[in-house]
């Protein structure tokens, strides 16, 4: 298995700023696909970007097209979000997750097998 810690999170003025990183550690980070989702307060959990083991192709969610950019670093066992123009319906708990294969789909949560504890982003208007 593989265990992944997200790091990053922190308050920011809308139009700002911040990188999230989610660290990996167990099995090769480098076979597993990556994913980065987000729970706001009274929502679902939702699919906001996702990069593939070799980190060749990338998805995003419309919402965050654009704006955040997904990308991985197999040396270092991690993975990151940087996000940009940040607006304040990007307020939420982000979570980084590992996929060996996106069996159900990139964007569908059940693709995931292991799963960060979250950090939290806050955008202030």
Do not use: H
């Not at 997200?6 to 700002?16: D, I, K, P």
């Not at 699919?47 to 965050?64: C, M």
């Amino acid at each position: 298995q593989v265990r992944v810690e997200e790091s990053g999170g922190g308050l920011v003025q809308a139009g700002g700023s911040l990188r999230l990183s989610c660290a990996a550690s167990g099995r090769t980070f480098s076979s597993y696909n990556m994913g980065w989702f987000r729970q706001a307060p009274g929502k679902d959990r939702e699919f906001v970007a996702a990069i593939s083991r070799s980190g060749g192709t990338t998805y995003y969610a419309d919402s965050v097209k654009g704006r955040f950019t997904i990308s991985r670093d197999n040396a270092k066992d991690t993975v990151y979000l940087q996000m940009s123009s940040l607006k304040p319906e990007d307020t939420a708990v982000y979570y980084c997750a590992a996929a060996q294969t996106w069996s159900t789909g990139v964007r569908r949560r059940d693709s995931y097998t292991y799963w960060g504890q979250g950090t939290q982003v806050t955008v202030s208007s």
